[in-house]
């Protein structure tokens, strides 16, 4: 297994990549090519300064996240077919790259969606928090705004400003486009690129939506156990995987995780996991929590259990952290958090690896 940090690179992180080498049991990162557009073609010079960077710190580029999907594959456009091609050189030149895992997400025209970025626990930590009611009320230009203030002058994933106008013209797009009608664009894309996959053996693994549900009234597809079995079934390849993200999944109290990650159509296209818990403070309002079990909802005990019963040696990232010990960085992105998030997750995999009787 791959233990990872995700690193925004140089430019639109501050978090070193020698402090990530510095955490016991790191032994690479997932970046991406940031600057470069949904829909573009990644450069395999531009993937091979990435790499070499990422190297010279003596950590491995064990995958990408993401290389994002351009809307109008996810809406069924006519012209997804330029943007297909261009994924397909991006997977190309990847695996020329020797990269072989890409994550990406489905979701419409939003990634993540959180209507707090800094809200401060009793401890003086901060955290990354949802409620429901917010939403509810809210137009997505205004989403923007409040993001915008709150991001502490990064540039968020799926959030970019310059995405702003696209946003209403893309609400107009996304009308009448039914979650069933997404799934078959979703089949469409997959079986577009999967020949690439096999042929350079790239693990595709998309992020399941976060939170788990539709919001601003835009059908959601990734959101279930009963999803995932879907997706897995709309192209049979390996390939076709999934990011297992503990907290996005499990934003839905009645996604029993374990029990995903044991589900016999799912566990072999686990290719990522992303570690992290959260905390309900009633219906619809939660806010992102420590790792820790007794800190959150989750029992990450039996998380890591379920992925240690089905053998699981992919990728392993912790998501997001707390901001805490006073360190500024990306919301969700700091390094201390995160790397305490790693320390837990390391302590339980020995606990569980040594107390297997089998071996
Ligand atoms: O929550 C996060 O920060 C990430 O897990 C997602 O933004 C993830 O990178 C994307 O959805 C994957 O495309
Ligand atoms: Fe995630």
């Known amino acids: 297994m791959d233990i990872t940090l995700r690193w925004f690179g140089k430019k639109h992180d501050s978090v070193k990549l020698e402090y990530i080498k510095q955490i016991p049991g790191v032994t690479g990162v997932v ?5 470069v557009p949904a829909g573009e073609a990644w ?13 010279a710190a003596g950590l491995k580029l064990v995958g990408i996240e993401s290389v994002n999907i351009h809307e109008d594959i996810k809406i069924g456009l006519p012209t997804r077919e330029k943007y297909i091609e261009n994924y397909k050189i991006s997977l190309e030149n990847l695996g020329k790259a020797d990269v072989h895992l890409v994550c990406y997400n489905f979701m419409p025209i939003f990634d993540w969606t959180r209507t707090d970025l800094a809200k401060e626990l009793e401890d003086g ?4 928090a949802y409620d429901e009611n917010i939403i509810k009320d809210i137009k997505p230009e205004k989403m923007f705004e409040r993001v915008e203030k709150e991001s502490a002058g990064f540039i968020l ?6 995405r702003r106008d696209e946003i209403m013209d893309l609400f107009e797009k996304y009308k009448g486009v039914t979650a069933e009608k997404r799934m078959e ?12 996959c096999e042929k350079y053996q790239i693990k595709m693994a998309i992020h399941p939506d976060d939170p788990a549900w539709s919001v601003f009234g835009l059908p959601r597809i990734v959101t279930s156990e009963k999803s995932l079995e879907e997706i897995a079934a709309l192209n049979d390849s390996i390939y076709n995987g999934f990011t297992l993200c503990t907290g996005s999944l499990g934003s839905n109290l009645k996604n029993n995780l374990p029990e995903i990650i044991r589900n016999p159509k799912i566990k072999d296209r686990i290719h990522f996991v992303h570690f992290r818990n959260i905390k309900y403070e009633c219906d619809g309002v939660f806010h992102e929590s420590s790792h820790l079990s007794s800190d959150g909802d989750f029992d990450m005990y039996e998380i890591a259990k379920a992925l240690y019963d089905i053998g699981f040696d992919g990728v392993l990232r912790p998501d997001h952290g707390r901001m805490i010990w006073g ?31 089998s071996k």
């Open 31 to 35: 970046s991406s090519l940031h600057d």
């Open 43 to 55: 450069k395999l010079e531009d993937i091979l300064a990435l790499k070499n960077e990422v190297e």
């Open 125 to 128: 930590s901060y955290v990354l």
């Open 157 to 162: 994933p799926g959030w970019e400003p310059n």
């Open 185 to 196: 664009n979703l089949k469409y894309f997959l079986d577009a690129i999967m020949p690439v």
């Open 327 to 357: 360190e500024e960085a990306r919301p969700g992105y700091g390094l201390y958090d995160r790397a305490l998030g790693v320390a837990y997750f390391n302590g339980l995999w020995e606990a569980i690896r040594k107390s297997d009787k």
